[in-house]
């Protein structure tokens, strides 16, 4: 397959799971992590293990897939969560489903072994989507932290937010938009350490402020 497709990684305090994520990166796909204010050495350990490492000064979730996006230079981009939750090896399925006619193809979480989506993080998910298909007209059952997309098509549907709202406003932008949207089962496992996003109550409850303001918009 040939190397066609970029991958942002964004990346905060990840040291523990770069070493296993780099390593599960297809021969095709050319990893960017976008360091986020890390200070464990995460940019350090992803530079040396052979992965282009860019910096978003902006703190932030949408920011450091902004950040990435911008730096790179395949056709395609692609963008998953840094923490050992996902597989690199599944952007395959993302692919092959682009290929097959999708526009922006989402990856629907399925948990795999205890503690990988605790059952309120799922609850809210599944209202998130549930008011995002009313919104849209999609059937989608997860917005999920793994995508993939032209990248110049994705710079032009000019996503806003920056923080926890931008994958949400990305597959709110592309149904507007008139892309053909598709969504592909990937296993979803613990992640390596507490997440930056959800990992505490008020980073739940700014989330959901974010998630809520892009579907009001």
């Given at each position: 397959m040939p190397s066609a497709v970029d991958v942002v990684l964004p990346c905060l305090d990840e040291v523990l799971a770069l070493?296993?994520?780099?390593?599960?990166?297809?021969?095709?796909?050319?990893?960017?992590?976008v360091d986020n204010g890390s200070i464990d050495g995460?940019?350090?350990?992803?530079?040396?293990?052979?992965?282009?490492?860019?910096?978003?000064?902006?703190?932030?979730?949408?920011?450091?897939?902004?950040?990435g996006v911008e730096a790179a230079t395949a056709p395609l981009v692609a963008v998953m969560d840094a923490d050992a939750?996902?597989?690199?090896?599944?952007?395959?399925?993302l692919l092959a489903a682009h290929e097959a006619g999708?526009?922006?193809v989402v990856g629907r979480r399925m948990p795999v072994g205890r503690?990988?989506?605790?059952?309120?993080?799922?609850?809210?998910?599944?209202?998130?989507?549930?008011?995002?298909n009313r919104r849209t007209g999609l059937r989608l059952r997860d917005v999920g932290p793994m995508r993939l997309c032209h990248r110049a098509d994705l710079l032009d549907l000019a996503v806003a937010d920056r923080r926890s709202g931008y994958p949400l406003e990305t597959v709110v932008r592309a149904a507007e938009a008139g892309w053909t949207v598709v969504q592909v089962d990937v296993p979803y496992r613990p992640r390596?350490?507490?997440?930056k996003v959800t990992g505490t109550p008020l980073g739940v409850v700014r989330a959901v402020h974010d998630m809520t303001r892009v579907l009001a918009g």
């Open positions: 070493p296993w994520v780099l390593g599960r990166m297809p021969s095709w796909a050319r990893p960017i992590v995460s940019a350090q350990v992803a530079l040396d293990l052979g992965a282009t490492v860019v910096t978003a000064d902006q703190r932030g979730y949408g920011a450091a897939c902004h950040t939750s996902l597989d690199p090896a599944d952007l395959a399925l999708g526009d922006l503690g990988a989506w605790p059952w309120h993080l799922r609850l809210a998910n599944r209202e998130v989507a549930r008011r995002l390596a350490g507490r997440s």
